[in-house]
């Protein structure tokens, strides 16, 4: 199953929007990487609507210091600012993290009630504006809460997309399933108002 299906994450208020493009606080140098988890995926799987920037041909997954590094190579380079297809409102590049098979949580991003088995979602954004980058901790929605959303840094070059997560937003989790894809969205969230363009599952951590 599509772990990431109808998590695209759109009509949020942008929290620390950066404005502009290579952007973010960007990864850090420090440390020194334990160990790399990828996910490969063909070039030209996509929904007939994707373009080459969201055509996924690799994700991994390191660790730098206290920091989860996920990075998405597509297949063509992302454009310093993409062209919203008619009717489409967000363009997102994420990552699923499922840190208890056990739960599925409901809910935001999704409709209210739609369950899904992610956790935790970080996601490049593309507004038409603006790109950002988001962590979506969904873990309170299990108990009645509201989905916990944290901007996190990120980087935008080339054929290449990553963002920073600080272990400690995603409760330290020391083993988790992850997966990767890009999703056009077409209706502001919370809502399964998505298409979904390309994934790629199946990764674990550590590898
Ligand atoms: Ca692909
Ligand atoms: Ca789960």
């Given at each position: 199953m599509n772990r990431l299906i109808g998590l695209v994450l759109a009509g949020m208020v942008w929290l620390g929007a950066l404005g502009g493009w290579t952007l973010g606080p960007g990864a850090s140098s420090a440390g020194a990487s334990s160990g790399i988890s990828t996910i490969i995926d063909p070039v030209g799987d996509t929904n007939p609507q994707a373009a080459s920037y969201q055509d996924v041909t690799l994700g991994s997954l390191s660790k730098r210091g206290t920091s989860f590094q996920f990075v998405q190579q597509v297949a063509g380079p992302v454009p310093a600012a993409p062209q919203l297809p008619s009717s489409v409102v967000l363009m997102s590049w994420c990552w699923g993290m499922d840190t208890n098979p056990a739960t599925d949580p409901k809910g935001y991003?999704?409709?209210?009630g739609t369950a899904n088995p992610l956790e935790y979602l970080a996601c490049v954004l593309w507004d038409g504006t603006t790109f950002s980058a988001e962590l979506f901790d969904r873990t309170p929605l299990l108990t009645g809460g509201q989905a916990v959303v944290t901007p996190v840094p990120f980087t935008v070059s080339g054929q290449q997309l990553s963002v920073s997560v600080d272990e400690g937003l995603m409760d330290k989790p020391s083993t988790f399933a992850w997966d990767t894809g890009t999703e056009n969205r077409h209706s502001p969230i919370p809502s399964n108002g998505f298409q979904e363009l390309d994934f790629a599952g199946d990764g674990t951590w550590p590898a």
């Open positions: 991003p999704l409709a209210p």
